[in-house]
């Protein structure tokens, strides 16, 4: 019995086939493993009269440096599913925290929602936390509480409100955000 199973070109294939389903299913676990570490950003946002939507995205990207002096910290996010971008500056950030946007202090910090990246050139396509609303009132307002920060990590939530150049509000609220630097 022992050598049928040993000559048998059956099992021979058998062995091999679950030998490379298994370097398969490896292979796209360490994928989906990448992605997931580069970062998450999730949220609810609305633009001027339109409703809430959930703002997901995988892409987001953290940057931290020095400028005029001081630690800089940057974090961008592009929509998976629509043009939407928020865009946020922090200065002074070298530890976990709460900081407000555009926040006391020499510099203050920028807090802005892109309704569409590919119309850059247009100026009401920009809300930012330091233009007033149609009323004339400066309103802008925004937060960031860093609930993680490492060398190669972080994670946090975030919620602004900001006007575009014809005072038009937008609104971010309840996002969560994670990334690798």
């Not at 809430?52 to 002096?69: A, I, P």
């Not at 937060?143 to 972080?154: A, G």
């Not at 014809?166 to 969560?176: C, H, I, N, T």
């Amino acid at each position: 019995m022992k050598n049928t199973f040993k000559n048998n070109p059956l099992v021979f294939v058998c062995a091999l086939l679950l030998c490379v389903v298994t370097v398969i299913a490896f292979s796209k676990n360490l994928e989906v493993g990448k992605k997931m570490s580069r970062g998450f950003f999730s949220g609810k946002i609305s633009f001027g009269d339109s409703t809430n939507h959930k703002l997901y995205s995988d892409k987001v990207q953290v940057r931290r440096n020095s400028e005029r002096g001081v630690t800089v910290l940057t974090i961008v996010v592009t929509d998976n599913n629509s043009p939407e971008s928020v865009f946020v500056k922090l200065y002074n950030v070298t530890d976990k925290g709460t900081f407000f946007i555009p926040g006391e202090g020499d510099f203050q910090n920028v807090g802005n929602l892109i309704k569409d990246v590919n119309l850059f050139r247009e100026e009401t396509n920009f809300y930012q936390t330091t233009l007033a609303n149609d009323e004339g009132l400066k309103n802008g307002v925004g937060r960031v509480n860093i609930i993680k920060l490492s060398e190669d990590e972080i994670e946090g939530e975030l919620i602004i409100i900001a006007n575009n150049s014809d005072g038009k509000q937008a609104q971010l609220e309840s996002a969560r955000f994670k990334a690798k630097f």
